[in-house]
T-cell receptor, first 115, second 113 residues
C-alpha cells in the first residue's frame, strides 16, 4: 500500500526566514507524481508545486522548491523568504499514474509565519 | 481563470437526513473526484468518476453515498442518511485527463447534528 508521512505536525518561523517541510512516502511503483498543497484558514486546497517522479530536476515555483530524493523516497518543500501569507496547513500528496490516480495524502504540517 | 465551484459552502443537517453536495467542475474536464477531510485529520479519497460512471471508490464510499452527473455541468455527492461521523469538509476536484493536475473546489463544510 502507498503511504505518505509528514513527521512535523507543526512548525513556526520568523517572517523572511527559510523553512523546510519534510515528507516521505512509500511505494513500489515507478510512475508517480508528488505534490505539495497549501490549505489556508479558508480551507481551500491550493496546489503549491508538483514533481514528476521521472524527472531528476527538482521542481521550483518562485519561492517554493522541492528536494526530491527518489531513492530515499523523500520529497521536502523549501519555502524561501517566508511571508505571513504562507501561514497554512501544508499537505504532501502522492498519485500513482499507472493505476487508480487517487491522491494519497499525508497528515499535514501546520506552518506558522511569525511577524 | 476557470475554477471548480462548490455549493453550499456550509451545510448543517440533522442526523438521518439526506444531503446533496454540489460541484461544478471546470468545463473541459472529464474526470471528477470527491475527497473528505474530517477536522484535524488527513484528506481521504472517496470516489472518482468518468464517463458517467464510478471509476474508483474507497472503503469509505459505502451504500450511503452516491454520485451523479445530472446534467452537463453539475457533479453531485449524495449522502442518504447522514451520521455524526459524516461531519467533515468535502472537496470536489476535476482534471482534464487522468495524468493531469486535479483542481480543487473551495469545499463544503458539512455539520451533522
Amino acid at each position: 500500500a502507498q503511504t505518505v508521512t509528514q513527521s512535523q505536525p507543526e512548525m513556526s518561523v520568523q517572517e523572511a526566514e527559510t523553512v523546510t517541510l519534510s515528507c516521505t512516502y512509500d511505494t513500489s511503483e515507478n510512475n508517480y507524481y508528488l505534490f505539495w498543497y497549501k490549505q489556508p484558514p479558508s480551507r481551500q486546497m491550493i496546489l503549491v508545486i508538483r514533481q514528476e517522479a521521472y524527472k531528476q530536476q527538482n521542481a521550483t515555483e518562485n519561492r517554493f522548491s522541492v528536494n526530491f530524493q527518489k531513492a530515499a523516497k523523500s520529497f521536502s518543500l523549501k519555502i524561501s523568504d517566508s511571508q505571513l501569507g504562507d501561514t497554512a496547513m501544508y499537505f504532501c500528496a502522492f498519485v500513482n499514474m499507472d493505476s487508480n490516480y487517487q491522491l494519497i495524502w499525508g497528515a499535514g504540517t501546520k506552518l506558522i509565519i511569525k511577524p | 481563470e476557470p475554477e471548480v465551484t462548490q455549493t453550499p459552502s456550509h451545510q448543517v443537517t440533522q442526523m438521518g437526513q439526506e444531503v446533496i453536495l454540489r460541484c461544478v467542475p471546470i468545463s473541459n474536464h472529464l474526470y471528477f473526484y470527491w475527497y473528505r477531510q474530517i477536522l484535524g485529520q488527513k484528506v481521504e479519497f472517496l470516489v472518482s468518476f468518468y464517463n458517467n460512471e464510478i471509476s474508483e471508490k474507497s472503503e469509505i464510499f459505502d451504500d450511503q453515498f452516491s454520485v451523479e452527473r445530472p446534467d452537463g455541468s453539475n457533479f453531485t455527492l449524495k449522502i442518504r442518511s447522514t451520521k455524526l461521523e459524516d461531519s467533515a469538509m468535502y472537496f470536489c476536484a476535476s482534471s482534464e485527463a487522468l495524468s493531469n493536475e486535479q483542481f480543487f473546489g473551495p469545499g463544503t463544510r458539512l455539520t451533522v447534528l
